[in-house]
């Protein structure tokens, strides 16, 4: 059971926009924590997509955005294309106990 | 550009001690980067296990910290995990990354490629 609940799948056709939630609790996002999102494609390496809420990397496409609010986050991915489908796990930190980096359960993105 | 190579024995036995090692090159482990561990079951998703800064300073999962060691070799630039007690459930893909983060959430900039570690008699 994860501490940041993300839905188990998305999906969207091609060109469409399609949004993952990233559910928290008041320890972790609705502490002000930032999250980050990253893209993992199958088979391959984590890649980070998004830190601190709403910033790319260089190289990431615009298509990708992030916001926060209150206890949740959310990644937006416009103009869906096909090299989109991979997973997506979103990312913060968690001040019970000791304190822990926690991530999403992860959600797939299917390109119809 | 930092890059980052896990090794390692990929079986490890029952109740016994996983130990990997990440070797960094294209940067100092000097450096100010936070240098962690990060874990990802078959079919499942990721598991932050813990991090250290080369003062030697840590911090870990509370899920796992009575098990893990983190340490790092300025020498070798390099750093290490070690799990004891391990079980199947332990099963997983290892993953060390670099962050140069200074506050929490650290995000993860370099990954290394991950390598198999299976917990079976």
């Known amino acids: 059971q994860s501490v940041l609940t993300q839905p188990p799948s998305v999906s969207g056709a091609p060109g469409q926009r399609v949004t993952i939630s990233c559910t928290g609790s008041?320890?972790?996002?609705?502490?002000?924590?930032?999250v980050h999102w990253y893209q993992q494609l199958p088979g391959t390496v984590p890649k980070l997509l998004i830190y601190g809420n709403n910033n790319r990397p260089s190289g990431v496409p615009d298509r990708f955005s992030g916001s926060k609010s209150g206890t949740s986050a959310s990644l937006a991915i416009t103009g869906l294309q096909a090299e989109d489908e991979a997973d997506y796990y979103c990312q913060s930190y968690d001040n019970n106990l000791s304190g822990s980096e926690v991530f999403g359960g992860g959600t797939q993105l299917t390109v119809l | 550009q930092v890059q980052l190579q896990e090794s390692g024995p990929g079986l490890v036995k029952p109740s016994g001690t996983l130990s990997l090692t990440c070797a960094v090159s294209g940067g100092s482990i000097s450096s100010s980067n936070w240098w962690s561990w990060v874990r990802q079951p078959p079919g499942k998703g990721l598991e932050w296990i813990g991090e250290i800064y080369h003062s030697g300073s840590t911090n870990y999962n509370p899920s796992l910290m009575s098990r893990v060691t983190i340490s790092v070799d300025k020498s070798k630039n390099q750093f290490s995990l070690k799990l004891s007690s391990v079980t199947a459930t332990d099963t997983a893909v290892y993953f060390c990354g670099a962050s140069g983060s200074y506050y929490h959430p650290r995000h993860f900039d370099f990954w290394g490629q991950g390598t198999m570690v299976t917990v079976s008699s």
């Open positions: 008041g320890s972790n996002i609705g502490a002000s924590f930032d």
